[in-house]
């Protein structure tokens, strides 16, 4: 009888995470979901490193099969950008230039006001052109481990994200990122995901001995720029919303790819 209940109380587990995966594939991307699935959006966060993995790899794919077409570098490095864009819906692009039209501000009260505001101001703008050309230029830029560092780069970015969710408050009543907060957060949560990503670190040593130190940048890297664009973030606004949420994923995911290729040398 106790086996049995084990046994329930196990599959009733791996239900609920089937559900939020589920819910956080249906949340962070375009990817269409099946209207039989059951979705359970609390805890999603959790996720979201693997959703970024996942992004990552798709995005890997999508650069191996230009190169086997014949497909120029600059080209499909900036066609995998645009792919990722695509594929999360511009979501956190989108977060990425309010939250730059919002720092613009002088005012601080009237920052979130702004961020809040639909109308796409000139310095979100150029937040857009320079994270997309930071990204394009240093995957250019790489020419070893390409799939690989896609999916690192993307993971660390929303590993990031949720660095911000669990550590900082949300600063809005109502907002696309508010039902995060209906979960409490604690920094247990983010060490499975760590984990995952170092693991895509010692990959990398296993596979290429003599790439250890852009693979130990990627970890080392990834983890600091995801907790400092976190932290300053919090020191300029006092917190964060769905819209900053989304500009740690971008920076992190540009500036990742910069310290790489920057690691990778000629």
């Known amino acids: 009888m106790s086996d049995d209940k084990e046994i329930r109380s196990l599959s009733e587990f ?9 819910a956080a594939m249906a949340f962070y991307t375009c990817f269409p979901i099946p209207l039989s699935w059951t979705l359970e959006f609390r805890g999603i966060a959790r996720f ?4 970024g993995v996942l992004i990552g790899g798709i995005l890997g794919l999508i650069d191996g099969g230009l190169s086997l077409l014949g497909c120029p570098l600059l080209t499909r490095s900036a066609f995998v950008i645009l792919a990722g864009i695509a594929i999360t819906g ?3 692009l989108d977060g990425a ?35 997309i050309l930071l990204k394009v230029s240093a995957l250019q830029d790489l020419s070893l481990n390409r799939g690989l560092i896609l999916m690192a780069v993307a993971g660390w970015g929303r590993w990031g994200q949720l ?3 669990a550590r900082y408050p949300y600063l809005k ?15 247990w949560d983010l060490i499975p995901g760590a984990l995952l990503l170092m693991a895509f670190s010692g990959f990398m040593v296993f596979l290429y001995p003599h790439y250890w130190l852009v693979a130990v940048g990627l970890a080392l890297g990834g983890s600091a720029i995801a907790i400092l664009i976190g932290a300053w973030l919090n020191a300029r ?3 964060h919303t769905g819209d900053t949420y ?5 920076w992190t995911e540009a500036l990742l790819l910069v310290f790489v290729v920057a690691l990778q040398g000629d």
Not at 48 to 51: D, N, T
Not at 104 to 115: C, F, G, I, K, S
């Open 237 to 239: 606004l006092g917190g």
């Open 246 to 250: 989304g500009a740690v994923v971008e």
């Open 14 to 22: 791996f239900q609920r995470q089937g559900a939020a995966l589920a």
């Open 90 to 92: 511009g979501l956190h």
């Open 173 to 187: 009543a109502t907002g696309k990122g508010a039902f995060h907060k209906d979960t409490p957060y604690s920094s």
């Open 97 to 131: 230039m309010d939250t730059a039209d919002g720092l613009a501000v002088t005012d601080p009260n009237r920052r979130l006001e702004v961020m809040a505001d639909s109308v796409t101001g000139a310095f979100g703008v150029m937040a857009a052109i320079a994270i």
């Open 163 to 165: 660095v911000a969710i």
């Open 48 to 51: 979201a490193p693997v959703i």
